[in-house]
């Protein structure tokens, strides 16, 4: 029972916001308050305020239109604030979070009788680090010449180093606060990575400039806030790191993940590893580099060379074998010629994830070589931080403000190159769960390269040890998480717990009323690439509003670029296609031209079935290019059909429908955005009609007026 205090406070907000906002109450939006309440109030503790019981979790599909900001901040806010704890709203997308930082929470704090404090969080990659800065400045200007700190280019980059000045100078002036997303003209990636640190390359309160961090002031105010905006990558940073290194740690917080459908594969992206064969090779011999001029410049620190003894038999051995192993997994893949392309980069999957023997041989001793490596690292590392703290009687102050973010640069690539190796050189025998393990044939600088990839298949294991059992409590909500209406796909996904409160509300839009989902009579199987390309050429000149927005959506980049090609002039002139500027410069121009009354078509893959708000006569034509079926030679979801067979599943039925359900319901979404919206969705793809798993797909859809 939802606590009686609690309750009413929950109510009268809630009336309050609806009486001042002048709304009536949303059937949806009532429900999916209750379903949270009941969800957190169910909590036990102990004496130290951390969760003793099965309890504390709810997840709840809401449809589009019914508030879910509003309600899980009305309902979830309350219990944080009474016990202590922190509540975190995690998003996949900068949209999504812009819109609860700059619009949701002010309306609801203007709104509704709570009296919180709301900040953004932001990982340390967003931010400027004056000790990098002032290095690369410093290398530029010759003063640290001999540092191995940046390519050698850099140095003759004038755009570079005007860009490094500009920088110096606004942080300086205070005109900025060292936040990348404030600074008016875009900045590359390459440049930016000069100038923010990991947080192996940070010293934390032993930096000289650690009161004027900008990472450190905007961290600050996290501790004075009862809601804390972030996203899924920075929680599962924060997670992997232990917990508490950025956020409050999950025994002190109850989360919200908002697009919680993204959650599990962000947390695959997080617990996966890489390494690049040749590129391996360039990182120890960079670090041999440096390590010479570490060593000349620290000649006076007798105790550490030991450890460039240690490190230079380590990378001798290490090369050998990475050479070796470079041979043996070019014999297994056996892949052709490259042709450079990096949108079909040749892939070899390992069956089961089990690897040849010589080859998981070979990964467990560069295990062990870059373990060795990175205990150097640890071992030089602490030897920096000791002269920063000025507690080392070899090496100064300067000396090691200079050298441990360097150090700290080559720690972090040690780390993961060793998780890949561990990985490479495990048995998979005994685990729950295995891992998919691949190659990928790749062009770096014009030449060949190979890399190793693993990735566990699930993420549920993972999740379910860092999260679902620590956290004080958590919500999860979107408008897709069930697959003809069942959850079944998100549990085996994410390992969020069966004792959770699931729950689906309704939107409250007549989507009967207001969008018509089509399938033309003339659309043909979609898995006969070749009749399907040529049919949907014919098929789009008819089927784009002449006069108000369309959006086409393709699965494929490569059919995406043949129907562009083989399309009418006329029709291709009114086109937005994705790739011709970023995402969101083409969804500006397409409104514009909206507004100026001309002809617009937006035309993307399946980043734009997400995320993409354009309401009124932004859009009033959906057009679904094929059934959103995983592509094939994904190895990941390969290779988890490969294990649900195993178990006596079946991989369609578990993983491939509900997946494209999920994804046919994103894509229908784009169209019907606010109550006064309607259009019509064409999906260009008869499969839907013909095929027994049809009406599952139809079953999962909002209640569309059907013209099959």
């Known amino acids: 029972m939802v606590d009686e205090s609690l309750r009413s406070e929950i109510q009268s907000a809630y009336s309050e916001f609806l009486q001042r906002k002048s709304l009536k109450p949303r059937y949806g939006q009532k429900l999916m308050i209750a379903e949270i309440a009941r969800a957190l109030s169910a909590i036990e503790d102990d ?14 599909e809401a449809g589009t239109g019914t508030g879910k900001t509003v309600a899980y901040i009305l309902s979830a806010l309350p219990f944080a604030k009474k016990h202590g704890k922190t509540l975190i709203v995690s998003t996949a997308t900068i ?58 280019s ?89 917990g508490g290194a950025v956020l409050p740690g999950p025994k002190e917080s109850i989360y919200v993940f908002d697009e919680a459908h993204h959650l599990a594969d962000k947390a695959l992206s997080h617990f996966s590893a890489s390494a690049d064969l040749k590129g391996s090779l360039h990182f120890v011999d960079q670090w041999r580099k440096t390590q010479k001029k570490l060593e000349k410049e620290l000649m006076h620190a007798a105790s550490l060379k030991p450890v460039y003894l240690k490190n230079e038999q380590t990378m001798i051995e290490a090369e050998a074998r990475i050479r070796d192993l470079w041979v043996l997994c070019q014999q297994v893949a056996n892949f052709p010629a490259h042709n450079g392309s990096q949108y079909d980069a040749p892939i070899f999957r390992f069956v089961d994830g089990v690897l040849p023997q010589a080859i998981q041989e070979l990964a467990g001793v560069l295990k062990i070589n870059f373990s060795t490596l990175l205990a150097g690292f640890s071992r030089l590392e602490q030897a920096m931080k000791s002269a920063l703290a000025e507690d080392n009687d070899e090496i100064t102050k300067a000396e090691g ?67 679902w059992q620590e ?52 659309a043909v199987d979609a898995s006969q690439p070749t009749l399907h390309t040529s049919r949907m050429i014919e098929q789009l000149p008819k089927l784009i509003n002449e006069k108000l927005g369309t959006l086409i959506l393709f699965s494929s980049r490569k059919q995406m670029n043949e129907v562009i090609e083989g399309i009418d002039t006329k029709v291709k002139d009114i086109c937005l296609i994705q790739g011709q500027a970023s995402r969101h410069r083409l969804i500006m ?89 309607s259009g019509e969705i064409f999906l260009l793809d008869n499969r839907v009609k013909t095929k027994r798993y049809g009406q599952q797909l139809i079953s999962s ?8």
């Not at 140095?155 to 404030?182: I, M, N, P, R, V």
């Not at 780390?415 to 044939?441: C, N, T, V």
């Open 154 to 242: 850099l140095t003759d980059d004038q755009k570079a180093q005007k860009f490094f000045d500009h920088l110096d100078e606004s942080y300086q002036s205070g005109e900025w606060d060292g936040d990348k997303d404030q600074l008016v003209d875009e900045v590359e990636d390459r440049l930016w990575s000069y100038v923010t640190a990991t947080h192996r390359e940070c010293s934390n309160r032993r930096c000289h400039n650690f009161k004027e961090c900008a990472y450190f002031k905007a961290r600050r105010e996290l501790d004075e806030v009862d809601i804390i905006i972030a996203n899924h990558d920075l929680v599962l940073a924060d997670l992997s790191l232990g």
């Open 95 to 152: 949209t999504l979070q812009g819109q609860i930082v700059e619009k949701d929470l002010p309306d609801i704090y203007e709104n509704a009788s709570f009296d919180f404090k709301y900040a953004l969080a932001k990982g340390r990659g967003r931010y400027l680090c004056l000790n990098k800065l002032t290095n690369v400045r410093d290398m530029q200007s010759g003063v640290l010449a001999s540092m191995p700190l940046f390519e050698d």
């Open 589 to 677: 121009k397409h409104r514009d031209r909206i507004d100026n009354g001309e002809q617009s078509c937006l035309v993307g893959l399946a980043s734009f079935a997400e995320g993409v708000d354009l309401p009124g006569d932004y859009l009033k034509t959906v057009i679904i290019a094929k059934l959103p079926f995983a592509t094939p030679d994904n190895p990941i979801d390969a290779a988890l059909a490969e294990w649900i067979e195993k178990q006596g599943g079946n991989p369609f039925m578990q993983i491939t429908l509900p997946d494209a359900c999920i994804k046919l319901v994103q894509s229908c979404g784009r169209l019907i955005r606010k109550e006064s919206d």
């Open 47 to 60: 004496d130290n305020g951390h969760r003793t019981n099965d309890a504390g979790i709810a997840v709840v």
């Open 701 to 708: 859809l909002p209640p569309f007026k059907l013209e099959l």
């Open 401 to 467: 403000e200079r050298w441990f973010s360097i150090v700290g640069t080559y720690h972090l690539r040690c780390e993961g190159l060793l998780s890949l190796f561990k990985s490479y050189s495990l048995s998979d025998e005994g685990r729950s769960i295995p891992h998919a393990r691949w190659i990928e044939q790749r062009t770096h600088n014009g030449e060949e390269e190979l890399r190793l990839q693993a990735s566990p298949i699930l993420a549920s294991a993972t999740l379910n040890t860092v999260l």
């Open 471 to 522: 956290a004080y409590g958590a919500v999860l909500t979107s408008a897709t998480l069930t697959a003809s209406n069942k959850f079944e796909r998100l549990k085996m996904q994410s390992g969020v717990p069966a004792w959770s409160n699931f729950q689906q509300v309704p939107s409250p839009f007549n989507f009967a009323e207001c969008a018509r989902f089509i399938v033309p009579e003339d």
